[in-house]
């Protein structure tokens, strides 16, 4: 399975960005799973949104809750972030993530086996 992230950019503080995944290889629907992360310059990944199977469960950090929406659509192999009222602190390299064995949209790396390349994020103030 190959994930393509896209959509990342400059934007100024309080902008709107839409990332995308979609993927090759294997369809959405078998995929349990999939998630977004984010790494900063200096930074570990960190954990930013999932969604499980059937979209009934989603989990967000909670420095994007309320800002940022995840939504899957199997029919179209692609996976969004749509995110809002953006600030510095959301500059990063965003990376989308697709797992097979979780499926309580997991926050932890572990549970996620296939990842894009990443897009970066740059928010100024």
């Known amino acids: 399975v190959q994930l393509q992230a896209s959509g990342g950019g400059l934007v100024q503080a309080g902008d709107s960005l839409r990332l995308s995944c979609a993927a090759s290889g294997r369809t959405f629907s078998s995929m349990s799973d999939m998630g977004w992360f984010r790494q900063a310059p200096g930074k570990y990944r960190e954990f930013v949104a999932s969604?499980?199977?059937?979209?009934?469960?989603?989990a967000y950090t909670p420095s994007v809750q309320g800002r940022f929406t995840i939504a899957r659509d199997d029919a179209k192999n692609t996976l969004s972030l749509q995110m809002t009222i953006l600030n510095s602190d959301d500059t990063a390299v965003y990376y989308c993530?697709?797992?097979?064995?979780?499926?309580?949209?997991?926050?932890?790396?572990?549970?996620?086996?296939?990842w894009g390349q990443g897009t970066q994020v740059t928010v100024s103030s």
């Open positions: 969604i499980s199977r059937s979209g009934d469960r989603t």
């Open positions: 993530a697709a797992g097979l064995r979780s499926d309580w949209a997991s926050k932890s790396t572990q549970n996620y086996d296939y």
